[in-house]
């Protein structure tokens, strides 16, 4: 009986009682292995010189500069918040959220950071719960800006209530922004609109407030009608202009008491103001914009996505 081949790592087997013609075609085998193994080493490395490396973040605006927003942690802030519901004032809790991610500016999603093409970006995100007499209005708002220039990439707005929902959806491309609007009411329906892609989002304010104050500089926007309704709004633009007023003054919130300058709004038909702390992080103090008024209760940095960090403001399972 013919013994086992024996193997040798990194070498074409042995075998016994080889012929001349058993060692030529074992020469050869290993010879097109090494060539073929030649070969996929040449292809991948033709491969890595032709797909782009991610690019570098570009240095990001003045308040968005800073290692806090780079610790991998979310801004959550609480606000004592009114709104105006069926003619009557509605006191409830309004939680702000704001972190830097990376986003895939093609597909309008959330990207790792070594992905190619992803694009740094700041999530403001607004989560409300507006109680009624017989049942609650719960809003989820989100607006994605570029962390370099605070440009807009994407919005989305949720309304829920017994009465039906409403949703809406915003994005932006180098040459236009698309927004759908889903109502339930009859006479609205599914609406979609093209507009510029200046057009930045009414609730992009408070963000850009918080860079006036930072920068000391005023801003000049196509700014939307805000977003926050359960009817669908067509998305017009108007010249908005955000700009500092007064002197930093001394401002009282149930947070404590902070020096604060005041940003407004001006334009035809947008108005608003916004409370803004002169000193990083520039926290957003208090404000009165889109029909709602608030004023800072506290302020929080958590994952709020990891189940067993609790919460310095609310109890388990009692979250706003």
Known sequence: MMPAPQSIPGR???????????????SAVGAGQASKAALVLATAVCVMATVPAPAAEPAPTVVMDG????????EMSYYDATD??????????RVQLMNRQWMDPE??????SDAVGAVGAIKFLVAEEVPTENYNYRYLTSVFLQRADLRPLKATYSSQEWCGSTFKHLRWTDDALTVQSFSYFGDEGDETWQRSEDSVPFE????????????????TVL?????????AIAPDGVEATLELTGDARKVTVPAGRYHAQRVVVRSRSAKGWFDVETASPYRLLAFSAGGVSGQLRGVERRAYWDRSWKSKFHEPGQAP
């Open 204 to 219: 992009a304010l408070f963000v850009l407030a918080r860079e006036v104050v930072a920068s000391g500089q005023s801003r």
């Open 84 to 93: 105006t519901i069926y003619g009557q004032q509605r006191r409830y809790t």
């Open 12 to 26: 074409v087997p042995r075998f016994t009682n080889r012929t001349p013609g058993d060692a030529l075609r074992a």
């Open 107 to 112: 597909s309008g999603v959330k990207a790792e």
């Open 223 to 231: 700014l939307l009608p805000p977003l926050r309704s359960n009817h």
């Open 67 to 74: 290692s806090m927003w780079d610790d991998g942690l979310s």
